[in-house]
Every structure is written in structure tokens, then in C-alpha cells.
């Protein structure tokens, strides 16, 4: 199994970027996926989470500003990010995991990160 994100980089507060996350190896539609972030210094924190029926969660920090969505016909998860603010400035990491009454993350496939910076 394997993840990839792309689509990281720097941009000034209030732009756009759009992560994407591809994925081979497993059956993608059955999985949960996920987006978080580790800013510096700071510990990991969900971002996003779109489940394998489509249900989005989002963390109250980007409600609003980012979307998650998934093809599962491309094998790939996106993360529309807009108003971003130098808070969101983190590496960015996507996530899979079966799906079903208990998931753990922790014991996911996760991707090697991409790194958004915001500068004010």
C-alpha cells in the first residue's frame, strides 16, 4: 500500500492550495481517509475525514475554509484549502484505514507528507 500527497507549498494568508493524495494497493473505496497536519513544533491534528459512504467531519479550526473530497474511481483524496491563515502552516498528511465501527488511525497507511506555508 502506498499513499502520495502532492500539491504543498507556500502561498500568502487568504490564498487557495489544493492537496491531493493518491493512493495504490488497496481498495480504495472501502477505506475511511483522512487529512491532518503536524504544524511545527506541535503535535498531529485531524483536519479532515471523508469515510468510504461519502460522510465528511471536519476539525472546527477549518470548518468553512477546507473541503475533502474524494474520486474513488482515480484512487484519489483532495483537500480544498482556501482562506488559508499562517496557522494552517504544517506538513499535511493523508491517511487511509479499513472502514467500520472502530477505526483506529494509528494503525492506517499514511502518506510521507507535504508541506503548506503561509506567510502573513
Known amino acids: 500500500v502506498q499513499l502520495v500527497e502532492s500539491g504543498g507549498g507556500s502561498v500568502q494568508a487568504g490564498g487557495s492550495l489544493r492537496l491531493s493524495c493518491v493512493a495504490s494497493g488497496l481498495v480504495f473505496s472501502s477505506y475511511d481517509l483522512g487529512w491532518f497536519r503536524q504544524p511545527p513544533g506541535k503535535d498531529r491534528e485531524g483536519v479532515a475525514v471523508i469515510e468510504s459512504d461519502g460522510s465528511t467531519t471536519y476539525a472546527d479550526f477549518v470548518t468553512g475554509r477546507f473541503t475533502i473530497s474524494r474520486d474513488n474511481d482515480k484512487n484519489t483524496l483532495y483537500l480544498e484549502m482556501s482562506s488559508l491563515k499562517p496557522e494552517d502552516t504544517a506538513m499535511y498528511y493523508c491517511?487511509?484505514?479499513?472502514?467500520?465501527?472502530?477505526?483506529?488511525?494509528?494503525?492506517?497507511?499514511w502518506g510521507p507528507g507535504t508541506q503548506v506555508t503561509v506567510s502573513s
Open positions: 491517511a487511509a484505514v479499513q472502514s467500520g465501527p472502530l477505526v483506529n488511525w494509528a494503525s492506517g497507511y
